[in-house]
């Protein structure tokens, strides 16, 4: 493995960044479990958005309050074999995966309601990006949608 | 104007039929069917006195058939020695057993959509959250190699092969 098998996305390296001045001993859990990605076995997480053929891995690190890392297989025209996506709030990540868990229980139609409502949600959001259109959700209520005037 | 029957129209059913059909409908245990079944089996009993009491056997196998199956509907349960079928109050029991299945099909309903009301809403927020972190981390690209610039630990020379999930 050479270093540049993994490369950091700009947030997953900010995140770190602002670790590593807050929270040096989170910092070095994380690294360790950065360096530990070529050799061990990720947990699948299914959230929408990663490559179809890609999908996004997580490793937690040993120490309990560190962020969990979010990576993936590096997709086509992107450098190195490994993409760290994003370092997660260890909170968040937990209630996925419990929310994971017990979507994996439920009636096929309950998951493919919020398989649906996160898909959609999330597309949103991507496409509201794109069309320089600010979309703010308020804990859970409905987003509220503003565009910037088009000059005419 | 000819009215003619649709393709899917079966054919009319045939006199017999009906009656079966208006027979089986009826419910011989309300009004006036049990006046009806007794006076029947009074008149089975005039009659028979009236011609004389039978003296064989076999002239009694009929009347006896027509009057156990007029008197049926009013049977409340049978006792040969020492079994003994309440037919009332097993048809009581099965009527209550029912009515608890459905009281309990209908809470454990209503439970469910109420536990599930909250649990949904937390399972969809947690999973839109994670995934929207996911997205946009993701949407800001590959920038630079581990370890980064700033710092991070150097890993360990490592052989082993990358395993997918």
């Known amino acids: 493995m050479t270093m540049a098998d993994i490369w950091l996305t700009a947030a997953a390296e900010a995140a770190f960044s602002e670790l590593q001045a807050t929270a040096p001993d989170q910092a070095n859990a994380v690294s360790e479990a950065i360096n530990n990605i070529t050799a061990a076995d990720g947990r699948r997480i299914d959230l929408p958005g990663a490559p179809a053929a890609e999908p996004f891995l997580a490793i937690e690190p040993r120490q309990p309050d560190a962020p969990a890392v979010i990576y993936r297989h590096a997709a086509n025209g992107e450098p190195g074999k490994w993409l760290v996506v994003s370092l997660m709030n260890r909170e968040d990540y937990r209630a996925a995966r419990q929310a994971e868990r017990a979507l994996a229980s439920s009636p096929p139609a309950v998951r493919e309601l919020i398989n649906g409502v996160v898909a959609g949600t999330v597309a949103t959001a991507d496409v509201a990006a794109a069309t320089r259109t600010a979309t703010v959700t308020h804990g859970g209520a409905a987003p509220t949608t503003a565009t910037p005037g088009k000059p005419s | ?165």
């Open chain 2, 1 to 165: 104007m000819t009215e003619t029957a649709g393709p899917g129209a079966g054919p009319e059913p045939s006199g017999w039929v009906k009656s079966w059909r208006w027979l089986a409908s009826l419910d011989l245990t309300k009004p006036p069917a049990p006046v009806l079944r007794w006076l029947g089996i009074v008149l089975i009993a005039i009659g028979y006195a009236a011609a004389g009491a039978p003296t064989q056997f076999s002239d009694w196998v009929w009347p006896v058939i027509l009057a156990g199956a007029l008197i049926l509907p009013d049977i409340a349960g049978f006792a040969v020695g020492g079994f003994r079928l309440d037919l009332k109050q097993a048809q009581d029991d099965i009527a209550t057993l029912r009515q608890e299945v459905n009281a309990q099909a209908r809470a454990s309903s209503v439970a469910g959509v109420a536990i599930g009301d909250d649990a949904i809403a937390a399972w969809t927020d947690a999973l839109i959250r994670a995934a929207r972190q996911a997205t946009s981390d993701q949407a800001s690209g590959a920038a630079t190699p581990w370890p980064p610039p700033s710092g991070g630990t150097s890993p360990q020379q490592s052989t082993a092969s990358p395993n997918r999930t």
